[in-house]
């Protein structure tokens, strides 16, 4: 087979791999999908929710889905009325929020092991994130782990060992300091207070993102003259160790997409913008514009850099690598060595494309809200720009499990242009469904 860490030319992967081929070697894999996301956050406060239910629409009929709670037994049949799901879940049943989907597949594998053993294919165990519990839960299950181990995914998702990696790689990165928090300690906040000072001499705002936060989480934004009730939050939000830098304006923030497969090949799967509020929290994903080829160019080759160095460190799984491109240059800003938000969005996009035998050239993941409903009066109010699986410039609906509860609830734009795009997002605004 040769060096297993090769990155394919350019040519041959850009734009044409999908995520699915990356992970399945051949129709004898049955993948297990476990999207749970606790496993990254082991302190978890009301705005951590359970995300095992994305799963459904990313398997397709012959994988198995794995959800702490209980199907949403309308939305599976939706589903199936396109051709698109599992036709086997297993449903654990337990809402509490102690322990992971990962605990509770190690605590009790049995409802899994049965599946696997109707099916007879070989198991692979799918995690958002691969933690030791993650390990365990594939051996539990006799299944590999599409994964890797909890150091090589904490060293690569944590953002100061981040920065450092590209440092020795001789990539550019934002000049910042990395500040570990210390209560106990009496000086602590006043040279945190200093750092932030030291920042703001060269530029007006400064930002402050926790190591290990995701989607807006341990992420702030200062001027200085509220740095005591940041510090506070910080605290309370338990976060360890903080990079303060300076807060630059950004004109566009690409994400882009890698897989290192089970046998260390690097795939590169794409580029994509993603949508942020306030210049910081991510809310959502554009696929289909993108920069301009120097820049694509630019960001491939640093990407290039930092994914071969994962492979070779033993690292297996997706690879999310997110930029910013200002008008000082263009930075890596952290990885996210785990899947991705934007890639179950783009694997669905991926099942629709193989039922519809088009392409979908742009499509635009957004979490949206509206009143608290049933999943048929949401598609009944939504039936004019709803996915029938025929066309494109429609709405896909996902992620819905809080839809009865909170109203919230995530949408897939799938179109033909940018104008459909903007179309649909004033439609769904009229019904009442908007961020």
């Known amino acids: 087979m040769g060096d297993p860490f090769i990155i394919h030319e350019k040519a041959n992967i850009r734009f044409q791999k999908t995520f699915r081929s990356c992970i399945q070697k051949d129709d004898n894999d049955l993948l297990i999908w476990g999207t749970d996301n606790f496993s990254q956050f082991p302190r978890r406060d009301a705005s951590i929710s359970s995300k095992c239910d994305r799963g459904l629409a990313i398997a397709k009929r012959e994988d198995i889905v794995v959800l702490r709670g209980h199907l949403d037994c309308e939305y599976q049949n939706w589903l199936h009325s396109h051709g698109l799901g599992s036709e086997s879940v297993v449903e654990y049943g337990i809402p509490s929020r102690e322990m992971t989907l990962s605990q509770l597949i190690v605590n009790n594998p049995e409802p899994i092991l049965r599946v696997i053993e109707k099916i007879n294919r070989k198991p692979v165990y799918l995690p958002w994130f691969s933690g030791q519990m993650e390990n365990e839960a594939a051996n539990a299950l006799g299944a590999e782990l599409f994964g890797a181990s909890e150091s090589e995914t904490i060293k690569y998702n944590d953002k100061a060992s981040f920065k450092t990696i590209c440092w020795q790689l001789d990539i550019d990165v934002i000049n910042g300091d990395s500040f570990e928090i210390d209560q106990d300690d009496e000086n602590n906040y006043l040279q945190f207070e200093n750092s932030i000072n030291h920042h703001l001499l060269t530029t007006q705002k400064v930002i402050i993102r926790g190591t290990m936060g995701e989607a807006g989480m341990s992420l702030y934004r200062t001027n200085g ?211």
């Open 225 to 435: 003259k509220d740095i005591a009730k940041l510090y506070r939050q910080i605290i309370e939000s338990g976060e360890k160790v903080v990079m303060i830098e300076p807060f630059l304006k950004v004109d566009s923030s690409p994400n882009d997409q890698w897989v290192i497969d089970r046998e260390g090949y690097v795939h590169h799967i794409g580029m994509r913008e993603q949508i942020c509020e306030r210049g910081m929290v991510y809310i959502g994903t554009l696929k289909g514009k993108l920069p301009n080829q120097i820049t694509e160019e630019t960001i491939y080759d640093i990407s290039q850099k930092i994914v071969g160095q994962m492979a070779r460190s033993g690292y297996r799984g997706v690879i999310g690598i997110d930029y910013i491109i200002t008008d000082k240059g263009i930075y890596p800003i952290e990885t996210n060595a785990r899947f991705n938000g934007s890639t179950y969005a783009g694997m669905i996009v991926e099942n629709i494309e193989e039922k519809l035998k088009i392409p979908v050239p742009y499509w635009k993941f957004i979490k949206t809200k509206t009143l608290q409903c049933s999943f048929p009066e949401l598609i009944k109010r939504m039936e004019s720009i709803l996915y029938d699986g025929k066309k494109i410039n429609c709405v896909f609906p996902y992620d819905c499990k809080a839809l009865s509860t909170f109203g919230n609830f995530a949408v897939l734009l799938l179109t033909e242009n940018l104008d459909q795009i903007i179309f649909l997002e004033n439609s769904l605004k009229k019904m009442g469904i908007k961020r």
